[in-house]
């Protein structure tokens, strides 16, 4: 039995414990807590293969290829990482201070699978700076350590996460679990559709299919990639050489008439320009408003070394109008050549 059939099995019986709790509900007998535990118990034990194999924002091979010989020395195989973590441990000992060290240490334990380590290490970096990255290493870390964390200060941070990321896959998944727990199936359905429609590959996008199945979602329901607004985008000139592979590029929809929150936002890691993305309201953060239904929709392409998801100095960004009546099929534009000052 491969670990996609034992996460298939899993996931089918978290879709029974969904079904059973408004009859567990019904017993006044029967405690919160125990409804909790028990979807919990059903949930939890296939979170880590849907993260490792999707959900996280970390590419582990990507880095782990890029980064680790660099900095920690070794050809990078997996069987060098213990000795690459003791140099990491070495050398942070001498640099506490270095939470791009710390970081990378986070992620090398949880490559190792020790979940403690890689705790403590994710907490070390979010002292020194409360990033995405830091916050949900913590959060994953509490919640795999022991289950019920979801439901405490792990699922606070959870949904901290959220409000600034909404597109976060690993925040929508465990925030998706969470709402589930809770018995919001409503915001369970929200979040694991905004999570299918990221293009999982095609195991876990059957998993996740058929637990939205339950819950009343069919792939009918949820936007496809390709619909909404296709934007290429580019980098002027005088910018180009202020880029690099890995920076984190935001196009983000907003409605040039009304001001407020983005109409939709997607976060994409940049391997070079030009590139295209896709957004519609499959990436949608305002609920009820489409975004090809409107005239017009003020569309913003941001580059983002740090990553963060607010415009920071020396970020690069560009800007352009998407106009329905103008739309021909092709993709629409927007150049880079501005500076955030």
């Keep these: 039995m491969n670990l996609f059939i034992i996460a298939a099995v899993v996931l089918t019986g978290l879709a ?10 019904k017993s006044d007998d029967t405690p919160a807590s125990l409804v909790a535990a028990l979807v919990l118990g059903l949930a939890l034990p296939a979170a880590v293969l849907v993260i490792y194999l999707f959900a996280s924002n970390h590419d ?5 290829a890029a980064t680790a010989p660099s900095r920690m020395g070794g050809d990078g195989k997996a069987g060098d990482l213990p000795e690459m973590v003791s140099k990491l441990e070495d050398r942070l000992r001498a640099e506490p201070g270095d939470v791009n060290g710390w ?11 020790q979940i403690a380590e890689s705790r403590r290490a994710y907490r070390q970096a979010m002292a020194l700076d409360p990033s995405t990255e830091a916050i949900l290493g913590v959060a994953e870390a509490d919640i795999l350590l022991d289950r019920s964390n979801l439901m405490r200060d792990a699922g606070r941070l959870v949904e901290e996460v959220l409000v600034t990321d909404p597109q976060n896959p690993k925040a929508l998944f465990y925030g998706g679990m969470a ?33 939205l199945a339950q819950v009343g979602v069919t792939a009918e329901n949820i936007s496809a990639p390709g619909q909404g607004i296709d934007v ?27 001001p407020g929150p983005p109409l939709a936002a997607v976060r994409h890691v940049t391997e070079g320009f030009p590139v295209t993305l896709n957004i ?37 960004f560009g800007e352009s109008v998407w106009r329905s009546n103008e739309a021909t099929g092709k993709s629409f534009s927007i150049v880079i050549d501005r500076v955030v000052e």
């Design 280 to 316: 519609s309201d499959a990436n949608a953060m305002t609920p009820g408003r489409s975004l090809t239904s409107l005239p017009q929709v003020k569309l913003i392409a941001r580059i983002t070394n740090s990553g963060e998801p607010t415009a920071q100095a020396g970020d690069l």
């Design 179 to 211: 709402s589930m727990v809770r018995g919001d199936l409503d915001q369970f359905r929200d979040r694991w559709q905004r999570l299918l429609a990221m293009s999982p590959p095609e195991e876990i996008r059957a998993v996740i299919e058929s637990q």
């Design 103 to 113: 970081l990378l240490l986070g992620r090398t334990y949880v490559q190792l699978q």
């Design 232 to 258: 290429s985008v580019s980098v002027s000139e005088q910018l180009a050489e202020r880029t690099k592979p890995g920076a984190v590029l935001y196009l983000v929809a907003r409605d040039p008439n009304q």
């Design 16 to 25: 029974v414990a969904i079904v059973i709790r408004p009859l567990l509900r």
């Design 60 to 64: 582990w091979s990507a880095t782990a």
